[in-house]
């Protein structure tokens, strides 16, 4: 068992940067791929970011790419996601998953149903 709690979401402006954190106890956090993923009202839960249990690889959706950074501190057992020149259409509750991997893997996962585990959500809401 692994649990996750997200926090650092809130309310922002456009153009503006946060940081969304999502803490990891239980089993070993290093061995885990991390993704992120929203929902927004109305909508789909959809894949935002990815990262390998090595942090070796990272991969994004196409609307984030170069916009949001995900990392991880194996240390601290967290996986941040920095989103920058934010727009209202972020506006979503922000989740963050875990699969068991393998220690130093560099398989990231993009699909949901990939995640063996999930946080409550932290919502982001961006004002234009």
């Known amino acids: 068992q692994v649990q996750l709690v997200e926090s650092g979401g809130g309310l922002v402006q456009a153009g503006d940067s946060l940081r969304v954190s999502c803490a990891a106890s239980?089993?070993?956090?290093?061995?885990?791929?991390m993704g992120w993923f929203r929902q927004a009202p109305g909508k789909e839960r959809e894949f935002v970011a990815a990262?390998?249990?090595?942090?070796?690889?990272?991969h994004y959706a196409d609307s984030m790419k170069g916009r949001f950074t995900v990392s991880r501190d194996n240390a601290k057992n967290t996986v941040y996601l920095q989103m920058n020149s934010l727009e209202p259409e972020d506006t979503a509750v922000y989740y963050c998953?875990?699969?068991?991997?393998?220690?130093?893997?560099?398989?990231?996962?993009?699909?949901?149903?990939?995640?063996?585990?999930w946080g409550q959500g932290t919502q982001v809401t961006v004002s234009s």
């Open positions: 998953a875990a699969k068991a991997d393998r220690y130093y893997s560099s398989s990231y996962y993009t699909e949901q149903t990939q995640y063996e585990y």
């Open positions: 239980g089993r070993a956090f290093s061995i885990f791929a």
């Open positions: 990262i390998s249990s090595s942090s070796r690889n990272t």
